[in-house]
Structure formats: structure tokens, C-alpha cells
């Protein structure tokens, strides 16, 4: 079983900074990986993911954070800069694994990012 451990939220004032990240354990391949974040009332979107292809970033954090992987450590790091009220929302890391029947969809527990002043 995979398991996505995350770490680094908290309280942040606006214009702040937080970095994010997300172990994945066992010894797995890999497809893609990636956050993505629900605020109260809302559904869940895509914040940003990396794949062999390439990086995807939601419209609203483009310029702001930025995605990174650590492929050896099977972890994926979220840095988020000038932070914004409307960033406050959990974030949930995701994973594709890929396994001898396919691909399969992992989840983290979620950690809570507030920016409020």
C-alpha cells in the first residue's frame, strides 16, 4: 500500500511564504505527482503537477509557486510565495503509481494552509 505523507502547512500571513511537501513510501514507480487544494464550499482543483511531460500550474498560482520533485526520495515539494487570502484551502498531495495492472490514483491526508492576516 502506498501511503503520501505531507508536511509544511500552517498560518501565513498575506504576502508570505510556505513550502509543502509530500513523501510517497515503498518501492514504486512513479507516473506523476502533484497538489491540488480545496477551499470551504468548494471543489477540489488542481493547484500544480509534474509528469514526464511536463509541469501544469493553475492559472491563479502561475508566477507564484512553483513544483519540484525529488525523484530518489519519491517526494514532491510545492513552494508557495506572496501568498494570498484565497490560497487558504487544504491541500492534498496526488499521486499516479503505476503498478502490473496499470495506474492507480494516491491520496494524502491533506494539510491546512491559511493566509490571513
Known amino acids: 500500500q502506498v501511503q503520501l505523507v505531507e508536511s509544511g502547512g500552517g498560518l501565513v500571513q498575506p504576502g508570505g511564504s510556505l513550502r509543502l511537501s509530500c513523501a510517497a513510501s515503498g518501492t514504486i514507480l512513479i507516473n506523476a505527482m502533484g497538489w491540488y487544494r480545496q477551499a470551504p464550499g468548494k471543489q477540489r482543483e488542481l493547484v500544480a503537477d509534474?509528469?514526464?511531460?511536463?509541469?501544469n500550474y493553475a492559472d491563479s498560482v502561475k508566477g507564484r509557486f512553483t513544483i519540484s520533485r525529488e525523484d530518489v526520495k519519491n517526494t514532491v515539494y510545492l513552494q508557495m510565495t506572496s501568498l494570498k487570502p484565497e490560497d487558504t484551502a487544504v491541500y492534498y498531495c496526488h499521486a499516479v503509481v503505476i503498478n502490473t495492472t496499470g495506474y492507480e490514483d494516491y491520496w494524502g491526508q491533506g494539510t491546512q494552509v491559511t493566509v490571513s492576516s
Open positions: 509534474m509528469n514526464y511531460h511536463g509541469t
